[in-house]
C-alpha cells in the first residue's frame, strides 16, 4: 500500500493503463462476476497464460488503492456500516449468513454475529454505536452488544427489505416484504406494527426529528408514519405517487424535505410538513415520456442532498450520475460510469459526491463542476455498498468478491 501513492501511479501510469485494457477484455461482465469469481478462477486463469500472468497479477497488485482488506466473509459481502460514535469500527454482512464486527485500523474482528438462517443484507449500529443489529433475507433480526460481544434480543419477521434504527433512541425498525413496518425497543422487544396494502415496503429511513418515518412502496406509494401514534400521516399516491416500485429514499439535514427514486426513472421530492410533492427530477425530456415509456428502463437506484450546496444527486442503473439544481430543478451534470451505479453517498460537509458500481470502482466526483475527483480500484467484483466517515477522508467497500476494503479518501490534491 506504500507503493500506491499518487507519484507511483504517475511514474507507471502509461504501462498501467495498457494492462488494464487487456484485463477488462480478458474477464467476465461486472453481473458474472459475483457467481463465477473464487480462487480457483485465478488459477484456471493463470494456468492459461503462464507467461502473461505474472505481469497481470503484478498489475493487480499495483491496482489495490485500499489501506485494508478484510476478507473473514466467505461469499459475497452485501452491506457495510460505520458507527457513527467513533467511525472506528465497520459492520459488514454476508453471503455466509454471518456479520462481522471489526476495526478498521487492523481489520481485528470484534464481534461474529452467527446465528442467521440466510445472507445477511442488513447490518447497521445504534445512534451511539452501543448496539448493532443484523437482519437475514429469511427475516430473522437481530440485536448485538457491542460492548460485551453478546445477542441481547431477536425476532422474526418476514422476508427483511430493510432495517434501520433510530436517530436518537435504541428503537429498530425493519420493512418487509409483505408491507409491514415493525419497531421494537431493544432490548425489551416491546413492538408495534405499521400496516398498509399488501405490498412490499422497499425502502424506509426515520426523519431527523425522530417523530415520524417515511417508508416507500411496491406499488409506488409513499407514506408518512407517526411513530407515537401509529398512523399515516400523509400518503402520496396515484398520480402524485411514483409509477413503478421505490428503490431508495433520503431526507435532507433538518428533516424539511424527503426525495424518493423509483424503478421508473424518475425522482419526487416531498415535503414532510404538507406530504406533497414539490419537485420532479427524470433524465427524459419530458414527464408524458418518462411516465409512458419502459418504466423500468433506468431505475434509480439511489439518492441523496449535498449539505452544503442546493445540489442533489440520482444514481441511475445505466451508469449515469445526474446532479441536479435544488431549486431550479435543472439537470447540472452527467456524470458517466462504465456499468450501473449501486449507491451514491455525499460527504457531510463538502460538495463531493461517491459512487460505488459494478464494475468494482469507487469513484469521487465533485458536484460543482461534475468531474471526477479520484477512483479507488481494488475489487475484484462489483462493489454491493459502501460508507464514507464523518470527516470524508475514509471510504469502506463491500463486494461481491467476498471482501470489505478500507480505502484513504483524503489526497493532498484535495
Known amino acids: 500500500m506504500d507503493n500506491t501513492d499518487g507519484n507511483s501511479i504517475e511514474l507507471y501510469g502509461d504501462e498501467e493503463i495498457v494492462e488494464v485494457i487487456d484485463l477488462d477484455e480478458s474477464e467476465p461482465g461486472p ?192 407514506r408518512f408514519w407517526d411513530l407515537k401514534a401509529g398512523n399515516a400521516v400523509h400518503v402520496v399516491k396515484g398520480q402524485d405517487g411514483h409509477k413503478g416500485a421505490l428503490t431508495c429514499l433520503a431526507c435532507n439535514k433538518d428533516g424539511s424535505l424527503v426525495l424518493t427514486g423509483s424503478v421508473d426513472g424518475t425522482a419526487k421530492l416531498i415535503s414532510t410538513v404538507t406530504g406533497k410533492v414539490v419537485g420532479w427530477f427524470s433524465l427524459e425530456v419530458g414527464k408524458a415520456k418518462a411516465s409512458n415509456e419502459g418504466e423500468e428502463s433506468n431505475s434509480v437506484e439511489s439518492v441523496g442532498f449535498c449539505n452544503i450546496l442546493p445540489l442533489i444527486a440520482l444514481a441511475y442503473l445505466d451508469g449515469t450520475l445526474a446532479i441536479f439544481d435544488l431549486s431550479t430543478q435543472v439537470l447540472r451534470h452527467r456524470c458517466h460510469h462504465e456499468a450501473g451505479i449501486v449507491h451514491l453517498q455525499w460527504e457531510d460537509s463538502s460538495s463531493v459526491v461517491s459512487t460505488c458500481c459494478l464494475d468494482g470502482v469507487l469513484r469521487l466526483w465533485d458536484a460543482r463542476s461534475g468531474g471526477i ?42
Open 31 to 222: 453481473d458474472d462476476l459475483a457467481d463465477d469469481l473464487e480462487d480457483v478462477d485465478f488459477e484456471d486463469a493463470g494456468n492459461t497464460d503462464d507467461e502473461g500472468w505474472e505481469t497481470e497479477d503484478e498489475m493487480e497488485d499495483e491496482q489495490d488503492d485500499s489501506e485494508l482488506t478484510f476478507s473473514k466473509h466467505s461469499g459475497s459481502v452485501f452491506c457495510v456500516s460505520l458507527d457513527p460514535a467513533t467511525n472506528s469500527l465497520a459492520v459488514t454482512g454476508g453471503e455466509d449468513d454471518k456479520a462481522y464486527v471489526w476495526r478498521l485500523s487492523d481489520g481485528e474482528v470484534l464481534l461474529e454475529c452467527t446465528g442467521h438462517k440466510d445472507s445477511v443484507t442488513c447490518a447497521v449500529f445504534s445512534h451511539d454505536s452501543s448496539l448493532v443489529a443484523t437482519g437475514d433475507m429469511s427475516g430473522l433480526v437481530k440485536a448485538w452488544k457491542v460492548e460485551t460481544k453478546e445477542e441481547i434480543w431477536s425476532f422474526e419477521v418476514g422476508d427483511l427489505e430493510w432495517l434501520e434504527w433510530h436517530p436518537c433512541a435504541p428503537v429498530l425498525l425493519a420493512g418487509t416484504d409483505d408491507g409491514n413496518v415493525w419497531m421494537w425497543k431493544i432490548p425489551s422487544g416491546d413492538c408495534k406494527t405499521f400496516q398498509s396494502s399488501a405490498c412490499q415496503a422497499t425502502s424506509g429511513k426515520v426523519l431527523p426529528d425522530g417523530k415520524r418515518a417515511v417508508v416507500g412502496y411496491e406499488d409506488g406509494t409513499v
Open 373 to 414: 475527483v479520484s477512483e479507488f480500484r481494488g475489487h475484484a467484483a462489483e462493489v454491493l455498498d459502501f460508507s464514507i466517515n464523518r470527516e470524508g477522508t475514509v471510504a469502506v467497500t463491500a463486494s461481491g468478491d467476498h471482501q470489505a476494503k478500507v480505502f484513504c479518501i483524503q489526497r493532498p490534491d484535495r
